[in-house]
Structure formats: C-alpha cells, structure tokens
C-alpha cells in the first residue's frame, strides 16, 4: 500500500513561483518511477512530469519545459516539482502518482500509475 500527500498548491501571479511536495509511504516507495500530473476544470487529467526512481531520468510535457522541474529526496520519500514562471493555464489540480513497477520507466499516460494522491489546487492570477 502507498500513500501520497501532495502539499505547497496556492495562490500566485503570473511569474511567479511555486514548490509542490509529495510526501510518499511505503517500504519501497524510493524503488518507483513518480510523476506529476494536473487536471484543470472540464479537462482531462494530463501528464506534467516524471522522475525514475534514482532521479536519474526526467521527462517533461512540452508546455512546462524549461519552467518547471522535477526532483525526489529518496531518504525523505519526497518527490518535488519546482514551478517558475507560471502561467494563467498553469492552473489546475496538481496530483502525484506512483508506478509500483520497480526500476520503472517513466511513462505519461495516467493508467500507467497506480496509486494518487487527493491532489493540491494551483491557481495562477494574470
């Protein structure tokens, strides 16, 4: 069993900055691939980014390369996503996944994951 909380949404202006965190448990949470996707109102939930489990490999979704970044602390069982330079249609529920495949690649479609958080609401103001 894995449990995610997501923690750090807000409220920001266009510009600015936010750092979600993904506090994870389970015993092997620090073997799994993680990601970050988003959903915002009448869309459907869409891949933001991923980080294997050595955060040796990251993969991001063309509208948030080169602002936003993907990163975990494995003896904390945290994965984070810094976000600079947001965006109106950066606003979205923001929600951590968890592939339970070990040594997993990262892959973009939600039914690849397994478990989810309830998800933090990002809102950027213009």
């Known amino acids: 069993q894995v449990q995610l909380v997501e923690s750090g949404g807000g409220l920001v202006q266009a510009g600015g900055s936010l750092r979600l965190s993904c506090a994870a448990s389970?015993?092997?949470?620090?073997?799994?691939?993680m990601g970050w996707f988003r959903q915002a109102p009448g869309k459907e939930r869409e891949f933001v980014a991923g980080?294997?489990?050595?955060?040796?490999?990251?993969n991001y979704a063309d509208s948030v390369k080169g602002r936003f970044t993907i990163s975990r602390d494995n003896a904390k069982n945290t994965v984070y996503l810094q976000m600079n330079s947001l965006k109106p249609e950066d606003t979205a529920v923001y929600y951590c996944?968890?592939?339970?495949?070990?040594?997993?690649?990262?892959?973009?479609?939600?039914?690849?994951?397994?478990?989810w958080g309830q998800g933090t609401q990002v809102t950027v103001s213009s």
């Open positions: 996944s968890a592939k339970t495949r070990i040594f997993s690649a990262i892959y973009s479609y939600t039914k690849e994951y397994d478990y």
């Open positions: 980080i294997t489990w050595s955060g040796g490999s990251t």
């Open positions: 389970g015993r092997t949470v620090s073997m799994y691939t």
